[in-house]
């Protein structure tokens, strides 16, 4: 299977990461990637990026190093009713939100029916594109429950390659949710989640799972450039629109 962008990314702005706009996007063509989203971590996070960075993403280039460059944020779920750690004005003028339950950044592991229900109401906030990692098994959460939101939202989840490591116990949980995803029609996303240039791209054991749960290039959103910029097109229009509403 054929990935040519990597929707997870994260540069020196996020505070525990180590490598420059410029590196990560030479990072992408080393490994063959067409589009890269950055996405650092939103304020709540501890050594996150402030509001002006993400208000000022416009004077980073489009291209940089041959790669297209998607302008986007890591938000940190903030409570149970979904709300984000950024103001809807910043988020709305963004390419790509990415949400997630990270520990100390807002909203910590509760009872599973009120991490479905934070999630769920996450995937409802029509600003939010992609839930990232929502395999972790610190936050559990009623999978079945999740994917019909995301289905009936156009909210796509995600399968990241960096919870192998870095979130214990993720392998099975996302097994599950890639081979239920399949069943029911819910596109997937997957994210490197890189902290550093030379992870950008680098799927091996997401590949693993797909490969375990018998997914195509239908199945996930990655595969195709044209795909990706029509949904950050369609989900742009939307962000548009609620701008235009306040
Ligand atoms: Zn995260
Ligand atoms: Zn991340």
């Known amino acids: 299977m054929n990935l040519v962008a990597d929707l997870h990314t994260h540069t020196i702005a996020s505070g525990h990461a180590y490598s420059t706009v410029k590196e990560m996007a030479a990072g992408a063509k080393q490994n063959g990637i067409e589009v890269m989203a950055i996405t650092d971590h939103g304020p709540n996070m501890p050594g996150g990026s402030h509001l002006y960075h993400f208000g000022n993403l416009?004077?980073?280039?489009?291209?940089?190093?041959?790669?297209?460059?998607?302008?986007?944020?890591e938000a940190n779920i903030f409570d149970g009713l979904g709300q984000l750690d950024l103001?809807?004005?910043?988020?709305?003028?963004?390419?790509?939100?990415?949400?997630?339950f990270?520990?100390?950044?807002?909203?910590?592991?509760?009872?599973?029916?009120?991490?479905?229900?934070?999630?769920?109401?996450?995937?409802?906030?029509?600003?939010?594109d992609i839930i990232v990692h929502p395999g972790n098994p610190e936050y559990e959460v009623e999978i079945n429950e999740v994917l019909q939101a995301a289905k009936e939202e156009q909210t796509l989840l995600e399968i990241n390659n960096s919870s192998?490591?870095?979130?214990?116990?993720?392998?099975?949980?996302?097994?599950?949710?890639?081979?239920?995803?399949?069943?029911?029609?819910v596109k997937l996303s997957l994210g490197t989640d890189a902290h550093y240039f030379e992870q950008v791209g680098k799927f091996d054991l997401a590949l693993e799972?797909?490969?375990?749960?018998?997914?195509?290039?239908?199945?996930?959103?990655?595969?195709s450039v044209q795909q990706v910029l029509d949904f950050v097109a369609a989900k742009?229009?939307?962000?548009?629109?609620?701008?235009?509403?306040n």
């Open 164 to 185: 192998y490591y870095s979130r214990p116990g993720s392998k099975e949980r996302c097994l599950e949710i890639a081979k239920k995803a399949k069943e029911i029609g």
């Open 58 to 73: 416009r004077v980073v280039p489009n291209e940089i190093e041959g790669i297209r460059i998607i302008k986007g944020v």
């Open 102 to 128: 990270h520990v100390g950044a807002g909203y910590n592991p509760r009872s599973k029916e009120e991490n479905t229900a934070a999630m769920i109401n996450t995937m409802r906030n029509p600003l939010v």
């Open 236 to 245: 742009r229009k939307v962000k548009e629109s609620l701008l235009d509403r």
């Open 87 to 100: 103001p809807v004005e910043v988020l709305a003028n963004l390419d790509l939100v990415l949400a997630g």
């Open 209 to 223: 799972l797909v490969k375990k749960a018998e997914l195509t290039a239908d199945d996930i959103l990655n595969t």
